[in-house]
Every structure is written in structure tokens, then in C-alpha cells.
């Protein structure tokens, strides 16, 4: 594990939480906003949303250069509240969702790698974020 401090982004999405909390676990759904710009895609989603359970996310760039595996195993589920999860590298992810009167705060936290700079890492999860937010407000 690293030393360094988790990284933490969020979002407001102006959506129920029911049909945030959809979006947001649903394969057909994350195959659509799982990208951090518009030349990459996933083309494969499988999620087993339960503690132990497992997910798989396959991030491809759309020129074919360059793809991988982004999966883990689901360490805690509170529905429409909290998902946490462990990636399988060993570094932990937390998702929160608060429900407010007009929409959904999603606060994101995970712990940083080490091969790419802080603030990369944050532009780079914040991006998929915002992608989150403006697909599923389009729905």
C-alpha cells in the first residue's frame, strides 16, 4: 500500500436517488458513462452488487491502442447510501450517496496508485464523475 492520502471528488446530480442509484450500478447503464473522455468507451460491464461480490469494467480507447481491466470485489452496500470496494491491486474505494431535496450528492474517495500523479488521478475519476452526471441527467 502507499502513503499517500486519499483523493476525494464529488458531484450534485439533480436526479431521484432511485434513478441515480440505477445508473450507477447497472451494466447497461455503465458501459454508457464509464469514460473519462469521449476516445475512450466500455465495452463489456458485469457487476454483482453484494459484500464479496465482484465487478468487471473493460476501458478500451476507441483506436484500439490501449485497454484494461478495471475490477474489484464489493467490501460494503448500503442501498442508495454507500458502496465500498477493494480494487484489485489492494486500494479501497468509497461512493456516497446523500439524498437531498433536489438531487443526489455523490462524494467519491479512493486510495491514490502510484504510477500517475495526484492530480491526474483526481482529473481523471472526476471526469468520469461529471460523465455520470451528464448521462444520467439526460435520460
Known amino acids: 500500500m502507499n502513503a499517500s492520502s486519499p483523493i476525494t471528488i464529488s458531484t450534485f446530480v439533480n436526479l431521484p436517488i432511485e434513478i441515480v442509484w440505477k445508473v450507477w450500478i447497472r451494466p447497461v447503464h455503465i458501459k454508457k458513462w464509464n469514460n473519462a473522455s469521449p476516445d475512450w468507451y466500455t465495452p463489456f460491464a458485469k457487476n454483482d452488487?453484494?459484500?464479496?461480490?465482484?465487478?468487471?469494467?473493460?476501458?478500451?480507447?476507441?483506436?484500439?491502442?490501449?485497454?484494461?481491466?478495471?475490477?474489484?470485489?464489493?467490501?460494503?452496500?448500503?442501498?442508495?447510501?454507500?458502496?465500498?470496494?477493494?480494487?484489485?491491486?489492494?486500494?479501497?474505494?468509497?461512493?456516497?450517496?446523500?439524498k437531498e431535496d433536489d438531487g443526489v450528492q455523490i462524494t467519491e474517495t479512493f486510495e491514490p496508485e502510484q504510477e500517475n500523479s495526484v492530480e491526474l488521478q483526481r482529473e481523471?475519476?472526476?471526469?468520469?464523475?461529471?460523465?455520470?452526471?451528464?448521462?444520467s441527467e439526460a435520460l
Open 124 to 135: 481523471g475519476w472526476q471526469a468520469i464523475l461529471d460523465n455520470f452526471k451528464r448521462y
Open 49 to 98: 452488487l453484494k459484500v464479496g461480490g465482484k465487478f468487471l469494467y473493460r476501458m478500451e480507447a476507441r483506436d484500439g491502442s490501449f485497454g484494461f481491466d478495471f475490477e474489484g470485489k464489493y467490501l460494503e452496500v448500503e442501498t442508495e447510501k454507500l458502496i465500498s470496494y477493494q480494487l484489485e491491486d489492494g486500494r479501497k474505494v468509497w461512493v456516497k450517496f446523500e
